[in-house]
């Protein structure tokens, strides 16, 4: 079923921005509210043209290109060209898909999901700027799509569900691989902080 993903990974993410991230999180409010902006306009379509586009997909955009225009200009320009490889990435495993579907080895989504999420976290140092890579790089990765799909006269919907459920499972590959860079240092200062107590005690 088409955005089941979706639903499942991001009322799970507004749910921990909501009651469980500490509240002196500058983030907190924030993301919790385009998390909800989004599920909320998740269903929501327009016509451009003779494509379909989601209003979720202009939501993710318009939200990741807020975010970036906040940072410092050289993060901008990173940023930017780290959300272009991605873009690139996002169109060429679409396309060879269609023109190559043999080396599909398991489910496209779990596949991009993975791929993705790898070239995020290699490509950035923080969860945030892999988020924002992310979703902008996707998004422009539909936009690109669309428009090469088009000049063969195939529809394709820009934003819709089937895209929204890649999204969500690149973006809880992330996390997940986020908080587990978080807990080695957690643990590694826990026990940095351990030796020095034992030194001392000796």
């Not at 002196?24 to 043209?49: C, E, Q, T």
Request: glycine content about 6%; proline content about 2%.
């Amino acid at each position: 079923m088409e955005g089941a993903a979706f639903y499942l990974i991001f009322w799970m993410f507004w749910v921990y921005l909501t009651f469980i991230l500490p509240k002196d999180n500058p983030y907190r409010l924030k993301v919790a509210a385009a998390v909800l902006i989004l599920i909320i306009f998740s269903n929501h379509h327009f016509s451009f043209g003779m494509v379909d586009v989601y209003a979720s997909g202009v939501v993710i955009l318009g939200y990741s290109y807020l975010f970036i225009s906040k940072e410092k200009q050289r993060v901008i320009i990173y940023l930017l060209i780290c959300s272009l490889i991605i873009t690139i990435a996002y169109v060429t495993f679409h396309l060879f898909e269609i023109f190559d579907p043999v080396w599909l080895i398991f489910k496209k989504e779990w596949m991009m999901g993975i791929g993705i999420g790898y070239l995020a976290i290699i490509l950035q140092n923080t969860l945030k700027g892999r988020l924002l890579i992310i979703f902008s790089g996707t998004m422009q990765g539909e936009l690109l799509y669309a428009y090469i799909l088009n000049k063969f006269q195939f529809p394709h919907s820009i934003g819709d569900f089937a895209y929204l459920d890649v999204c969500a499972l690149i973006s809880a590959v992330t996390v997940g691989w986020s908080l587990l860079e978080n807990a080695g240092a957690v643990l590694q200062n826990h026990f940095h902080f351990l030796e020095k107590a034992k030194q001392k005690s000796s």
